[in-house]
C-alpha cells in the first residue's frame, strides 16, 4: 500500500473508533434527545468514554485537513 492509503485507512480507522466509543455509552438509553438529558442520564465513566470518542474523532478529523493542505501546498 502506498503511504497516501495508509494515511487514509489509519484516519477511517480512527473516526470509526471514536464513533463506536461514542455510540457504546448510549445503547442502553431510552431516550437520545435532547442531548443535555442524555448527558444527565449517563454515569461518570461512560461520560468520559463519550468525550473520549469525540475527541479522537475531531482530532483524526483536524489531522486529515491538515494533511490535506501540506499536499497541496
Known amino acids: 500500500m502506498t503511504s497516501d ?3 487514509r485507512v489509519a484516519t477511517a480507522v480512527g473516526f470509526i473508533s471514536g464513533l463506536l466509543a461514542c455510540l457504546d455509552p448510549l445503547r442502553d438509553l431510552r ?3 435532547p442531548p ?9 465513566a461512560q461520560r468520559l ?10 482530532v483524526t478529523l483536524v489531522i486529515s485537513v491538515v494533511r490535506r493542505r501540506s499536499t497541496k501546498r
Open 49 to 58: 468514554e463519550m468525550a473520549g470518542g469525540i475527541v479522537l474523532m475531531v
Open 5 to 7: 492509503k495508509k494515511q
Open 31 to 33: 431516550e437520545w434527545w
Open 36 to 44: 443535555d438529558e442524555v448527558w444527565t442520564m449517563l454515569r461518570p
